[in-house]
């Protein structure tokens, strides 16, 4: 096994951990919220979502990839991005709190502008340990990374699950919201404290360099997000929230595993691929075993989904909701397709080219915008997730291209790499559709038992065929000389 794989797999043993337990946490946020909210609120729940992502990504300004990506960062440097952040959380601040009843008018929903305004404190808290966060990635200290957003989740949990009950359901989640952010970054400063300290130093001729790739990247992500969103943004101010909050649930039921699958690889293998930046040869080793990794792990619970998707709705969240399966069902190509397209941008970043990244993202953005426009003018919210998924495949398509065109990526051998994860899914989604008629035919009513069953016979057959066809694989994930990669 490769020095580059090693590093991807130790860092991802910790971040694996972590994600299985804030997924668990987050599907059973939203099965709560799902339960107790109205469709409507739900679709302000997608609302919220939005914005906040958008607000994240500018906040951010892409200095935190450019700091990763960067081999060498002096002291005057850290300590002028630094203040940098503190600046540009409050200007973040005071825009969403000053916009928020332009936003709530987009969305013809008055009630949003409190909520916005609620949302936008987090801004004043978390810049404070947002580069803390970089650095400890860019140190490759992913255990310590990990038990910070675990502990975070659940105590943002635990806050929910108290003011959910004493008051609205949508004002606990925004409150949750915010103290999930602002005390991770008080943690990440706290954690960070001995290794190193912001100086009262601002000389931004000395962050220049930062700009030009940082700039970059702000504005690919921007557009990156913009593409990836504007479902959500056209669903809401055309078709209402309610609406939206049936794409919601699927959405979000689909893309919680699939954003928190994806940071298990991609996160990690970043700052790995940014230190053999000039090795064509083992960038395209690493992101064939990253494909193949994360199409093992998505491919069986995102088409496994599809599978127990009736049984797994009504169980979770109740016959009201039964009119998001076939729109969850279409979602989940969406969510493999994202998945397996996720490793393009952690090479483009390595290789330094967030330009190509950008100019790649902006004419996606638009086939995305034009195409989901058309779609919701439609008023058939499944006609959305169809386009969204096309568009998607396209996307995917595009990606492969700029991949074989950065570091000479096989296309024969990135085929192979997707093969076996795909046969080995199929085969365990039949077995899963076969176990759970035979289940319902012995326990007609639909319950966790019933649910339980199905995907545990299913996962254990699953198991059962990795391991007999990638014995070396698995002995390799699991074998303790990895865990001295990230000492």
Avoid at 176 to 194: D, E, M, P
Avoid at 286 to 298: A, E, R
Avoid at 390 to 397: E, K, M, Q
């Amino acid at each position: 096994m490769s020095a580059i794989t090693k590093q991807i797999l130790g860092g991802a043993k910790w971040t694996s951990l972590s994600t299985l337990l804030i997924t668990v946490i987050q599907i059973g946020q939203f099965a709560l919220l799902g339960n107790l909210m109205t469709i409507s609120e739900f679709g302000l729940v997608g609302m919220i979502t939005t914005i906040t992502v958008f607000a994240q990504i500018i906040f951010d300004m892409g200095i935190g990839a450019a700091l990763i990506q960067k081999e060498k960062v002096t002291d005057n440097q850290l300590s002028t991005l630094y203040w940098l952040n503190i600046l540009f959380g409050l200007l973040v601040f005071g825009a969403l709190f000053a916009l928020s009843p332009l936003i709530a008018d987009f969305y013809h929903r008055e009630e949003l502008t409190g909520l916005i305004q609620i949302l936008s404190i987090m801004f004043i808290i978390a810049p404070f340990g947002q580069q803390f966060q970089y650095l400890l990635q860019k140190d490759l200290n992913f255990q310590l990374l990990s038990k910070i957003e675990v502990l975070s989740i659940l105590l943002s949990f635990a806050v929910l699950i108290v003011l959910i009950f004493s008051g609205s359901s949508i004002v606990a989640y925004v409150i949750s919201q915010v103290f999930l952010y602002s005390f991770r970054g008080l943690a990440y400063f706290a954690v960070y404290q001995k290794k190193w300290r912001p100086s009262f130093v601002f000389k931004l001729t000395e962050v220049k360099e930062f700009f030009s790739f940082g700039g970059f990247q702000l504005a690919s992500r921007l557009v990156n997000r913009i593409g990836a969103n504007i479902d959500m943004i056209l669903i809401g101010r055309f078709l209402g929230a309610e609406a939206l909050g049936i794409y919601n649930l699927a959405y979000q039921i689909v893309t919680i595993p699939v954003l928190k699958i994806n940071p298990i690889i991609t996160r990690v293998a970043f700052p790995v691929f940014s230190k053999h930046q000039n090795d064509h040869k083992v960038i395209s080793e690493g992101f064939l075993n990253m494909t193949k990794m994360l199409s093992f792990i998505t491919f069986p619970l995102l088409i496994g989904l599809i599978a127990v998707s009736e049984l797994f709705i009504e169980v979770f969240f109740g016959e009201r909701w039964l009119v998001a399966i076939p729109v969850l069902n279409v979602l989940a190509i969406v969510g493999i397709l994202r998945v397996i397209m996720n490793p393009n941008g952690s090479v483009l970043l390595a290789k330094g080219r967030a330009d190509l990244a950008f100019y790649w993202d902006f004419g996606v953005m638009i086939l995305y915008g034009l195409s989901l426009y058309a779609a919701v003018m439609s008023g058939n919210l499944l006609m959305v997730a169809w386009i969204y998924a096309a568009v998607s495949f396209i996307n995917f398509l595009i990606g492969r291209w700029l991949v074989k065109y950065l570091i000479r990526l096989s296309i024969k051998d990135y085929a192979a790499a997707l093969m076996q994860p795909l046969l080995l899914t199929l085969i365990m989604a039949g077995v899963a559709y076969c176990v759970n008629v035979l289940i319902q035919s012995i326990l007609p009513d639909k319950t966790v038992l019933q649910l339980s069953l199905s995907v545990a016979i299913s996962a254990v057959c699953y198991g059962i065929l990795v391991f007999l066809f990638n014995k070396q694989i698995v002995r390799n994930l699991f074998n303790k000389r990895t865990r001295g990669q990230l000492r």
